[in-house]
């Protein structure tokens, strides 16, 4: 009997091969094959007046893709669709099931949380159907993606300077532009602190007379340091056991934010890489997936892992370091029951994996690694001491903390902020007055929420409940690429353009592009995914409030007057203009569409090295559609091109042109490459 399963990736297929063996057939989608057409009202793809009915075309170059596959699903006797374990993956089994025409006695469907043999032998014994409530909620995302970026992208197009707008995307921006005015506007307001320092710590005053005190002014300040001696009375020593909890193994929004915050890594990098992680790596094991699936709200974590972890922490560090799960507090929005992410067996250790990682797959998954291990281990136990001093009804207070248990610190400590502050005994000293060396004053000034940084956007982006796992890298991509936001010291600054396109959004789009409106669809779309809510209903009512809101738009909106050159148009003497198209900025006529005068842009020669064929100068060079390449300066004359960069150093195998490409150096004429 010959069986056939479709995995998304290539890498995932060759990984799943080695534990199938010959009796499977696997081949890879490559992702989605198929999406919305631009047909139909709006170029929408969607029939909005027939019931939202959808379209669909194969993506540009997948055609010859699915034909191979039509022919495989045919020749085989039984159909696996095997594709990611998210809705995402659900709807990508339902085109394939339908472009391929696979019938409903002919298929299953299978999932499975990491690709380990065991795990994926075993999600074959328990297939099932297509889960329709999740496509249909996955494609009812689609469609309002569809539907709010295609008109509110054409309108800023035609309205502004913008490019782009989009259901998620326009709120997170609206997120960033808030927090920078909330800055601009923010009055600071004076305050100062008084310290006493002694020669073992430091104590800061924080009442009078048993009430807090709040100094507003130096004169204030002043007038407590005259009314103060050195001499300082031990009021109270209170010290107390405190224990302090690991936290959750990471979901997708976490592992981020910490891969963020430690690493550096932006969060596409993070997923980039956790990807390759999921998919499999080869190792002496054979290639294998090395975590669990990588989109996920969920904490939980798998009893086979857990008491497969808590044998390994008892084996290395002893019985008392073993604790139990540690899972956040729930939300509403956990959207599939997945596990959160950790390594696939606790046993793969970073250090046993080092040789077949690259340098920051190996800095990814020892965070991950750490994590799952830690949020498995026992509470790190402390000792905390506050000790209040008394000095003329004035009352100061010191804190110190001392570790006594390191519990899940023992592998976690690197990743944690927190630190010990060490007091002395003070039950040692001969008297209860203590001598201060030095009392001062200090002066502060209130400051605003900070900016967002990556991670902090994140943070607040899954708090509000606005996009998904998945959708969080994508979105603050699609932020930087569109130029409505800059990064300077990791934080967003909106940009010029970015504020005018929130301004416009909200004076006609406010009741939509807001956090609540965004968070309460992400709650229907969960609701249709669970088959309680009908989505064409969803739909409707959306539609019927956007779209009147969007055709006032076209009819109310101001229009950008374009920037003038202080150049005229060469051929009806009318002003030229900056305008901005699909593949950025050109100087066109204001006359447009009575005169369609472009400027052509003059590139600057960028010299690169002289040309390996020919005795000219190999230049960069942009294409119609502003892509860089390199050529020959003497073209026609000399053909030389090249996508990549080339480099003077001649090929060791052949003597030909070597290039730079993401991956190494590589020979034009041979196969050599190199480092």
Known sequence: MSKLLIVESPHKSKTIGAFLGNDYKILASEGHIMDLATSG????????????????????????????????ALKADYVYLATDPDREGEAISWHLKNALEIPEDHYERITFNEITKDVVLDSLKHPRKIDD???KSQETRRILDRIIGFRLSKLMQSKTGGKSAGRVQSVALKLIVDREREILNFVPEEYWTITADFKDFTATLEKYKNKKIEIKGEREADDILN??????????????EAKRNSKPIFKTTTMQQMASNRLNFPSSKTMRIAQKLYEGVETKEGSIGLITYMRTDSE??????????????EKKYGKEYVGSVKVSKKTENIQDAHEGIRPTS???????????????????????????????????????????LENNNYFFKATGSVLQFDGYLKVYRPFEDQKDTILPD???YHSDVIVS??????????????????????????SLGIGRPSTYAPTIQTL??????????????????GIEITDKLQEFFSHIVNVEYTANMESRLDEIALDHLDHVKVLKEFYQTFEPMVEDAFQKMEKKEAEKTGENCPECGSPLVIRRGKFGEFVACSNYPNCKYIKKEEQKKVEIMPCPKCEGTVIEKKTKRGKIFYGCNRYPKCDFASWDKPILKKCPSCGGTLVEKKSGIACLNCDYKGS
């Open 300 to 313: 939980r974590v798998s009893k086979e892992f857990v008491s497969e972890t808590k044998s390994f922490i």
């Open 346 to 388: 606790i046993y793969r250790t970073p250090e046993s994996l080092k040789a077949y990682l690259s340098n920051d797959e190996y800095k990814l998954y020892e965070l991950i690694y750490d994590r799952a291990l830690a949020s498995i281990m026992s509470a790190a136990t402390l000792l905390n001491t506050n000790v209040i």
């Open 133 to 135: 409530p999740l496509v």
């Open 437 to 462: 060396d030095e009392i001062h004053k200090e002066q502060h000034f209130t400051k605003p929420n900070p900016r967002y940084t990556e991670s902090s956007l994140i943070k607040e982006m899954e």
């Open 426 to 428: 003070f039950s040692s």
């Open 227 to 240: 009314a103060l001696s050195k001499a300082f009375k031990i009021s109270a020593v209170e010290q107390k």
């Open 41 to 72: 009202k709006f170029g929408l793809g969607v029939d909005v007046e027939h019931n939202f009915e959808a379209s669909y075309i194969p993506i540009k170059g997948k055609k010859k893709l699915i034909a191979n596959l039509k022919k495989e």
């Open 480 to 497: 930087k690429d569109r130029d409505y936001v800059k990064i300077e010291e990791k934080k967003f600054f909106p940009t010029e353009i």
